[in-house]
Structure formats: C-alpha cells, structure tokens
Nanobody, 125 residues
Framework: QVQPVESGGGLVQAGGSLRLSCAAS????????MGWFRQAPGKEREFVAF????????RYADSVQGRFTVSRDNANNTVYLQMNSLKHEDTAVYYC??????????????????WGQGTLVTVSS
C-alpha cells in the first residue's frame, strides 16, 4: 500500500512553467508504476502521463506531449511532472496515482489503486 501526496500547484501565466511533485513515505513506492491525471472544472478526469517503476518507460497524452515531462527519484520516493509552455486549458486539479499493473491500459483510471488528494494548477491567459 502507498499513499501519494501531491504538491507544487499554483497560479502561473500562460507560457510559464511549473513542477509538480508526488511523494510517498512508504519504501514500497519504488515498486509502483505511477500516473498523473487531471480534472478540469466541469470535465471528466483525464490521463496526463505515466512512468514505469524504474523510470525506463514513459507515456503522455497527446495534449501534453512535448510540453510535459514525467520523472521519478526512487531514492527519495518522489515522482515529478515538469510542465512547460503552459496553456489556459491546462488549468485543472492534478492527481498522481499508483498501480502495480502495467499494460496497454495505463491511461485508464481503473488501473490505479492509490490516489493522492490533488493539487490545483491555474494558468492565466
């Protein structure tokens, strides 16, 4: 079991950058594959990025490909989401989530067992 905790959200101007962190205190963190999701006001939660437990593989939603980068530091039980060239439409609550499974369905919420509480990112236009 792992309990992710997100941080780093805030207000940023369009075109700016922000780095989100997702930390867990459990030493088992390193065995989990991690995903980032987001939920904009009035919309369904959607997949943003995925990283394999050892960091050797990443996946991105088309909407953030080339602008966002997911990484992890297993020594410090932390996953990061570097967000560059932010757009107004990136405004959302961002969640990180943990899963032991890995397959072609990494973009589906139901694959993930543990979720953080979310951190709000607001991009002003």
């Amino acid at each position: 079991q792992v309990q992710p905790v997100e941080s780093g959200g805030g207000l940023v101007q369009a075109g700016g950058s922000l780095r989100l962190s997702c930390a867990a205190s459990e030493r088992t963190f390193r065995i989990y594959n991690m995903g980032w999701f987001r939920q904009a006001p009035g919309k369904e939660r959607e997949f943003v990025a995925f990283i394999l437990r050892d960091g050797s593989s990443t996946r991105y939603a088309d909407s953030v490909q080339g602008r966002f980068t997911v990484s992890r530091d297993n020594a410090n039980n932390t996953v990061y989401l570097q967000m560059n060239s932010l757009k107004h439409e990136d405004t959302a609550v961002y969640y990180c989530a943990a899963t032991l499974s890995y397959g072609t369905r990494f973009f589906e919420e139901r694959q993930y067992d543990y979720w953080g509480q979310g951190t709000l990112v607001t991009v002003s236009s």
